[in-house]
Structures are given as structure tokens and as C-alpha cells.
């Protein structure tokens, strides 16, 4: 099963209303705890639990830091699918229906997270997922508990 983030929002709509029942997204009824703006930290607890993949077109939830530990921490899962230009939630239904076979191979053989995917009108290929650097004791930014 699937979740599109805010991002991808039209693509989880689109996949919806064609009779799809594996998507959900911010405010589904399915999902009411994850409703409209809800913070990628939030909601990414929610997502592992219920072990949904991520579809997202942020190229920058896997590299900030907090987002970084929660990856490893919660084993999220996650593809950004996008391409040079950006893609519009029609354009993305079409590339993600045209390598959905080939995702749902990826996600069998991947398994457990945390591991990220990219899909472009190309393919899908891995991502590389560095490990988070441990917060410093000088580092005086607030941490989000991730549960």
C-alpha cells in the first residue's frame, strides 16, 4: 500500500478515483490521523506503522537531518518519482502506472526499510541513503521525538 505526501497529493487522488484502494493520503478518511499539513515528522511514525510506502516528489525528506534519522529509525520506505521538469499529477499517474510492476518488485526485494527508490519516465533506480550523523551536544536546534 501507498502514501502520496502533500507533494504528491494529485497522484494519490488520481489513483483513487480511478478505483485504486492501496493510496492514501493527507485527510483521507482512512487516514485520519494524518490530516492536511501535517509535518513530515508526524506523520512518518503513522506511515511505518501502518507499513505504507512513501510516494513524495521532495527531493530533500531523505537528506535533512531529522527526516534522515527518522529513515533509519522507523524504516521508512519511500519513492520520489519526478523527472527533469516538474511533473504535474497527471504526468506522474502515467510514469507511476507505466514502472508500478517494477516498484512493487523493488519493495519485494528490498523488504524492511529504510531504503528509497527514484521513479522517472525512465525507470526506477535505487537512491542512496546516507547514515544520519548523530546530533551534537552544541547543536542547540530542537529534536522532535519521532513516536
Do not use: C
Not at 91 to 105: I, N, S, W, Y
Not at 114 to 120: D, H, K, N, V, Y
Amino acid at each position: 500500500m501507498y502514501f502520496t505526501d502533500e507533494n504528491t497529493l494529485g497522484l494519490g487522488k488520481l489513483l483513487r478515483r480511478s478505483g485504486r484502494t492501496d493510496v492514501l493520503y493527507p485527510g483521507h478518511d482512512d487516514l485520519p490521523e494524518v490530516p492536511p499539513g501535517t509535518p513530515d515528522l508526524d506523520w512518518m511514525p503513522v506511515l511505518a506503522r501502518l507499513d505504507l510506502v512513501v510516494v513524495t516528489r521532495d527531493r530533500r525528506i531523505r537528506t535533512r537531518p531529522a527526516e534522515l534519522r527518522a529513515y533509519w529509525e522507523l524504516g521508512i520506505r519511500s519513492v520520489w518519482i519526478g523527472a527533469k521538469q516538474d511533473l504535474g499529477p497527471r504526468d506522474q499517474l502515467d510514469v507511476f502506472l507505466k514502472h508500478e510492476v517494477r516498484l512493487q518488485r523493488e519493495v519485494l526485494k528490498r523488504g524492511a526499510g529504510p531504503w528509497a527508490l527514484a521513479m522517472t519516465p525512465s525507470g526506477v533506480r535505487p537512491l542512496a541513503l546516507r547514515e544520519p550523523s548523530l546530533p551534537h551536544e552544541s547543536d542547540s536546534s530542537p529534536q522532535r521525538p519521532l513516536s
